[in-house]
């Protein structure tokens, strides 16, 4: 069941490029919600009810809180500020973007789990893969006009509008995510190859996409580097 969010994610997101304005906004939460659906999908098929409830509330609960706290605060993110063009806002916060924590949480856990023995090593690789995910989607949402920061300075080289505090931010929410969610899968499973695919996706995607598409070369460099750190060990083993 898995594969079928995750086939219907491919094609809308390989439609994301063809799109603008109102139609773009669509397409990005078509594509979080089956990449949402996807996740939520495969933990409860493979791991349980118990175990995905404790995803959603780890991931999505706490992708809500973080998020609410740093539009309120600017703390852990920088001060920034949603536009409208996600759908209605709860304390500031689009409803549909704690959904997105819980979409990568989940498949950059289990390419950790995948790639090392080592619990440390696993929780300090989905936390920096998830974290590296962010290299590619804060530029493209600061670019299609979804959120701002009052002081985008100082940012990467290349990767103008998107504070560098920002990625410190999501590294340590991403740690945090990933001790929480490490007892929901110990060990790798027989039927995570849907999440592998995920998560190679995403990066390969999202690499062609701004590299060729999106003409976000910066985000394109910065995100290949950051994410290939899991990405890459994830295909080699996954090969093997």
């Known amino acids: 069941m898995p594969w079928v969010p995750l086939g219907g994610l491919v094609l809308v997101q390989v439609g994301y490029p063809l799109t603008g304005g109102t139609a773009r906004a669509a ?6 919600l089956l990449g949402y659906a996807a996740s939520v999908g495969h933990a409860l098929l493979t791991r349980g009810p118990r175990a995905a409830a404790r995803l959603v509330v780890v991931t999505t609960g706490g992708g809500f809180a973080v998020e609410a706290l740093g539009v309120a605060t600017g703390f852990p993110f920088g001060a920034y500020a949603y536009s409208g063009d996600l759908g209605p806002r709860v304390a500031g916060v689009p409803w549909v973007v704690p959904l997105a924590w819980t979409w ?27 974290a590296a995910w962010d290299l590619f989607l804060d530029p493209q949402m600061v670019a ?11 940012a990467l080289p ?3 509008g998107v504070p560098a505090g920002n990625y410190l931010g999501w590294l340590a929410v991403a740690l945090v995510m990933a001790v ?10 027989p039927d995570d190859a849907p999440m592998y695919a995920l998560y190679l ?7 062609l996409a701004h590299a060729v ?24 083993a996954w090969r093997r």
């Open 144 to 154: 299609a006009g979804y959120w701002t920061w009052d002081d985008p300075h100082p």
């Open 104 to 130: 990568m949480a989940w498949p950059a856990w289990l390419a950790a789990v995948r790639v090392t023995r080592s619990g440390p090593g696993r929780v300090a690789l989905a936390g920096l893969g998830l």
């Open 180 to 189: 929480l969610v490490r007892s929901t899968a110990a060990g790798p499973g």
């Open 158 to 160: 290349g990767v103008p």
């Open 213 to 236: 598409f999106l003409d976000l070369p910066g985000s394109a460099l910065w995100g290949a580097l950051g994410m290939g750190v899991l990405a890459v060990p994830l295909a080699v």
């Open 27 to 32: 397409v990005t939460v078509a594509a979080v």
């Open 201 to 207: 996706w995403t990066y390969a995607a999202s690499v």
